[in-house]
C-alpha cells in the first residue's frame, strides 16, 4: 500500500509540475511604452499574431499588455516577475543586462525598429546643448538612465569631454513623452525642452512654431539605430521555449506587414492608442526614409562602448551578442 500511494503521490506531483509548465508555456505579459516606436507590438496585439503562431506551434498562448513610463520602470517590472517581455530603450537594456550577467541574465530579444529620436527646444535662446543654462528643464521617460538620457549624455562627452558626460543630467526631469509634449506645445512651464520619440517630436514641431530640434539621436550615435528594444529573462527564454519562438515569429510578421501596409499600420495605431494625431503626419513618419521597421537590431553597439567607457556599466561587451540572446530572426543585427 506504501508503495502504491508512493506511486500515486509521485503520477499526481508529475501531473501538477506538467500542468504547472503548461500553463507557464502558454502566457506572456508584454509591457510597452508610449509612441510610433511600439508601432510593431501595436500590430502584434491587434492582429493577434501571438496567438496565431503559438497555435502553430500547438500552444494557446494567452496574452496580457500593459504600459508603462520610462526604462527603469520597465526594468523593475522585469525583475520583480511582474512581466515576461519589456520594451524599453537600449539604454536601460544595457543597465539591467550589466546588473544581471551571470544571475538573472537579461538580455535583449529584437529591436523595435530604427527612429531618429529628436531633442526638442520651445526655448528660443537654446540653439545647442551648450546654450541650456540652470533655468532649462529638459523632459525625459526617466531621468539619466532611459536612452534619451544616456544619448544626451554621449553628447556632453562629445561637447565637453567623457569627464563631463553627466554635465546636462541635473536640468532634466522625468516626464511620459504625452506630458512633456504638452508642455513643450503649450509654452510657459519650466519644461523647455523635451528628447522625445515619434509622433510627440513632429506634434511639437507642428504645433508650436517657436519649437526647434536641438538634436538628432542619429547625429550623435553616427548613423541609423535601433533605440527601442524587447528583452527579457534567460529565464522565461528557457521555459517557454514554444511562446518565446511564436513571440519573435509574430513581431517579424508585424515589421512586414506595417512595410507592406504603412496606411494600414497607421489605422492600428489611431484605434489602439485612441491617437488624435492627424493621419497625414502619422503616415508621413512611417513613411519617412529614416525610419526603419526591423526587428534585428542596428548600430546599439556605440552606445554600449560609450556606457562602458564612463563607467555607467562595469561589464564590458565584446559584441552587440553580449546582451542579445541568439536568434536567427535577428541574425543580421548589431
Wanted: hydrophobic letters at 40%.
Amino acid at each position: 500500500m506504501k508503495k502504491t500511494l508512493l506511486r500515486t503521490t509521485l503520477a499526481a506531483l508529475g501531473f501538477a509540475l506538467a500542468a504547472h509548465a503548461a500553463q507557464a508555456e502558454g502566457r506572456i505579459r508584454i509591457a510597452e511604452q508610449y509612441g510610433i516606436v511600439y508601432l510593431l507590438l501595436n500590430v502584434v496585439q491587434d492582429q493577434k499574431l501571438i496567438e496565431k503562431h503559438g497555435k502553430r506551434a500547438g500552444v494557446d498562448v494567452k496574452v496580457e499588455w500593459t504600459q508603462l513610463s520610462g526604462g527603469a520602470a520597465a526594468n523593475d517590472a522585469l525583475l520583480s516577475g511582474a512581466i515576461d517581455i519589456v520594451g524599453a530603450g537600449v539604454g536601460p537594456l544595457l543597465t539591467v543586462w550589466d546588473r544581471t550577467n551571470g544571475r538573472q541574465n537579461v538580455r535583449g530579444v529584437a529591436a523595435l525598429g530604427s527612429f531618429p529620436y529628436y531633442l526638442i527646444s520651445n526655448n528660443p535662446k537654446v540653439k545647442t546643448i551648450a546654450d541650456f543654462t540652470d533655468k532649462d528643464r529638459i523632459g525625459l521617460p526617466a531621468a539619466v538612465v532611459s536612452v534619451q538620457a544616456r544619448i544626451l549624455q554621449m553628447a556632453a562627452a562629445k561637447q565637453w569631454g567623457d569627464k563631463e558626460y553627466a554635465r546636462l543630467d541635473k536640468i532634466t526631469q522625468t516626464l511620459p513623452h504625452p506630458d512633456a509634449t504638452a508642455a513643450i506645445i503649450a509654452g510657459g512651464t519650466e519644461i523647455t525642452g523635451h528628447f522625445a520619440t515619434p509622433p510627440y517630436q513632429e506634434q511639437e514641431l507642428a504645433q508650436n512654431p517657436n519649437a526647434r530640434i536641438v538634436l538628432k539621436s542619429y547625429d550623435v550615435q553616427g548613423g541609423p539605430t535601433s533605440s527601442t528594444v524587447l528583452y527579457a529573462t534567460e529565464k522565461y527564454r528557457s521555459e517557454n521555449p514554444k511562446t518565446y519562438r511564436a513571440f519573435t515569429a509574430a513581431l517579424a510578421e508585424a515589421a512586414d506587414y506595417v512595410n507592406k501596409n504603412p496606411e494600414g499600420a497607421a489605422d492600428i495605431y489611431q484605434r489602439l492608442n485612441k491617437s488624435k494625431i492627424e493621419r497625414d503626419l502619422l503616415l508621413k513618419i512611417i513613411r519617412n526614409p529614416e525610419v526603419q521597421f526591423r526587428i534585428a537590431p542596428q548600430n546599439t553597439f556605440v552606445l554600449a562602448q560609450f556606457m562602458h567607457r564612463v563607467g555607467v556599466i562595469k561589464n564590458q561587451p565584446a559584441s552587440w551578442k553580449d546582451y542579445f540572446f541568439d536568434d536567427p530572426l535577428i541574425g543580421q543585427g548589431g
